[in-house]
């Protein structure tokens, strides 16, 4: 039977397959059409008109095709959409206005296509949108300062378009952004401090536009931010600032072709997890600090400036030998750091001794038994954080325990500098059996490849031959079927166990129908949902997680909680 001779179609899902031709011009007929899932095919051709009226829709992916047309003429009012993915396609015409009807759409992505015209304001009026990709258009015109109402909002790509205007400042209240890609338009004027307050970004593009002023000093509160930095190709002056030194987490730094000048800050080897760091083309001059990441890079990543020099292979040394001026300068810094030095350290003995009485001695750690190389958590020195942690939980005393299981026991860590993380100790064999490292790589193998605000997130793991254990964000009220057993379940009313079930739900979404290959849990209970302090809630403990094979059929053994699993 011909598609276009079905009525009541609720779901055609042909996606990943090498279909080619047309799509049916009736492919709604009937009006119950809910999913069109066509995505990874070569579907030619306009978008059939009837899906214009098709008001049932809620699921929409066609991404990956050949599909032509005026986007603003063949798409209409879907009060019950939520996704709409149009994306690698050759899509033409503007955004309609009439989008911002679509009132419970949480992803919009359009990228890679050929539309043209303005964003409209009313895209402001899209609270429920959480990622929003308009990248590689021909869009012009200005961002729309209604943006600021998205506070949903993670991910914002507008890169790669004709975009002109500032960029702005009520960019400051979408608290909940991770990342931000501006790069590649016709922006102009200074860097908003309002970034700043985006707490979450971990990217932050903002390279080939036109913006101008100084880096502002805000960029230094955005700690989290991991990914890249990168405001290359800009008319960007003044010097580069030393708050920078707080953005430990930082991988890939790009300030090159602006007119940056002095000299590069010493407190940027605090920047321990950079391995690219690239300021050519500017008009910098003096040393370049000394650490791993600026030894390593090649000579490339600092040529064109005016005057640089240090540890860096093809850069000039800064000291010259023979030079008295510069030898008596050294030897008089060294004067003063020693000075200052025997000064610290004799205040430190004093205050160490006065409060030595009410000081508990820190729990020693054996380093010989830290494997080396075998730790990695949120980007610094893997061998310190680990002493860092086990000092924090007193080699995992019993009192900072949280929760326990068969697999290993929950710990509450505050370390030195005021970072709250659970850690899962695993349990370990008393005798000299090997222990089962299957779960333990697959709880890191599965969290390090998904990310989604309804899944814990994972920030490293330790593994040597004395203790295994795997760090995570630490949510305050800890799992769903604590707090339901606990006086606080007065507190879940059912418009919040709903909004909990919902983010469940978007979380299992996402690892079957988002991932690629699909995830499979295999152990949804209430003890592996947790919740932060205002019952948002994530899905964890992917230890008995499988990657499924798209080409090939899967099967496992039962594996899961009594009472939980499926009949």
């Not at 003995?349 to 830290?370: G, S």
Request: glycine residues 6%; hydrophobic residues 40%; proline residues 5%.
């Amino acid at each position: 039977m011909e598609i276009n001779n079905i009525t009541r179609l609720t779901h055609l899902m042909l996606s990943n397959n090498s279909f080619v031709g047309y799509l049916p011009p009736d492919i709604c007929k009937g009006g119950a059409l809910q999913y069109l899932i066509l995505y990874m095919n070569n579907f030619q051709g306009p978008i059939p008109t009837t899906l214009k009226t098709c008001t049932t829709l809620e699921r929409v992916r066609v991404e990956h095709n050949q599909l032509t047309g005026d986007v603003s003429q063949c798409l209409g009012v879907y009060p019950h959409l939520y996704y709409m993915d149009l994306s690698f396609n050759q899509l033409s015409g503007t955004l309609s206005r009439d989008w911002a009807k679509w009132h419970n759409l949480t992803l919009l992505r359009i990228s890679n296509n050929n539309i043209t015209g303005v964003i409209p304001t009313e895209f402001g009026q899209l609270t429920k949108l959480g990622e929003l990709d308009l990248s590689s258009n021909y869009l012009q015109g200005e961002i729309p300062n209604s943006f600021g109402s998205l506070t949903l909002l993670y991910n914002l790509s507008l890169g790669n378009n004709q975009l002109v205007g500032h960029v702005p400042p009520e960019f400051g209240m979408l608290s909940n952004l991770e990342l931000l890609d501006l790069s590649s338009n016709n922006l102009a004027g200074r860097i908003p401090d309002q970034l700043g307050d985006c707490m979450k970004l971990r990217s932050l593009k903002l390279n080939n536009n036109n913006f101008s002023g100084a880096i502002p000093l805000a960029i230094g509160n955005l700690v989290v931010l991991q990914d890249t930095f990168d405001v290359s190709h800009n008319s960007l002056t003044g010097e580069i600032p030393s708050q920078l030194r707080k953005l430990v987490m930082l991988q890939s730094l790009n300030l090159s072709h602006n007119s940056l000048s002095g000299h590069l800050p010493s407190s940027l080897t605090y920047m321990t997890s950079l391995s690219t760091v690239d300021v050519s083309y500017n008009e910098l001059d003096g040393p370049v600090p000394d650490s791993p990441a600026f030894r390593r890079a090649p000579a490339e990543w600092f040529a064109h400036n005016i005057d640089l020099c240090g540890v860096v292979r093809g850069l000039p040394p800064c000291v010259s030998p023979g030079t008295p001026t510069r030898i008596a300068s050294m030897v008089v810094v060294t004067i003063i750091a020693f000075v200052v030095f025997f000064l610290l350290l004799f205040i430190f003995i004093a205050v160490a001794l006065r409060f030595h009485k009410r000081k508990k001695p820190p729990v020693p750690v054996d380093n010989n038994h830290i494997k080396e190389g075998a730790f990695c958590i949120l980007n610094f020195v893997g061998r310190d954080v680990c002493k860092d942690i086990i000092e924090a939980t007193e080699d995992f005393d019993s009192k900072y325990c949280i929760g326990s299981g068969a697999y290993g026991s929950v710990y509450r860590a505050e370390l030195a500098s005021g970072e709250l993380l659970a850690v899962k100790k695993i349990h370990l064999p008393d005798t000299e059996a090997t222990c089962d490292e299957q779960p333990f790589q697959t709880e890191i193998q599965t969290l390090t490849q998904i990310r989604h605000r309804n899944i814990v997130k994972l920030y490293g793991f330790c593994s040597s031959p004395r203790r295994k254990f795997l760090v995570y964000e630490y949510m305050e009220r800890g799992s769903l079927g604590s707090v339901l057993r606990s006086e606080t379940a007065a507190e879940l009313d059912w418009v919040t166990r709903v909004s909990i079930v919902k983010d469940v739900a978007r979380a299992l979404f996402y690892m079957h129908h988002d991932c690629t290959p699909p995830i499979v849990h295999r152990d949804i209970t209430s003890n592996n949902i947790l919740l932060d302090s205002e019952f948002n809630a994530c899905v964890s403990d992917f230890g008995i997680a499988r990657l499924l094979k798209l080409d090939s059929s899967n099967w496992t053994m039962l594996a899961g909680t009594r009472g939980y699993l499926a009949p």
